[in-house]
């Protein structure tokens, strides 16, 4: 059974920083890109950072480049996030996403909630 399991969100003030973590278990996360979603109340899903599978190529929104940082452990099976410089517009629940390309499969974590406030 695949899953992926974000953990690390919570209540942070207003230029703070967290790490998110995304740990995969049931795939070959190696073969797999990885990205980070984000969805606030009443907004759609955005795409906001994306790995490739070796961990050498990333892809930021605009809206976090220069603040937010994606890298990957394959032989830990996780991804991670860290986020500096948060403001109260990066509040969201933010989603952990594995895609293989060469067959489509997709998989999604439930989420951890982020919310910046003073």
């Known amino acids: 059974q695949v899953q992926l399991v974000e953990s690390g969100g919570g209540l942070v003030e207003p230029g703070g920083s967290l790490r998110l973590s995304c740990a995969a278990s049931?795939?070959?996360?190696?073969?797999?890109?990885g990205r980070w979603y984000r969805q606030a109340p009443g907004l759609e899903r955005e795409l906001i950072a994306s790995i490739d599978n070796s961990g050498s190529f990333t892809n930021y929104a605009l809206s976090v480049e220069g603040r937010f940082t994606v890298y990957r452990s394959n032989v830990e099976n996780s991804m991670y996030l860290q986020m500096n410089n948060l403001k109260p517009e990066d509040t969201a629940m933010y989603y952990c996403?594995?895609?293989?390309?060469?067959?489509?499969?997709?998989?999604w974590g439930l989420g951890t909630q982020v919310t910046v406030s003073s």
């Open positions: 996403n594995a895609w293989y390309s060469l067959s489509g499969d997709e998989y």
């Open positions: 049931g795939l070959a996360f190696t073969r797999y890109l």
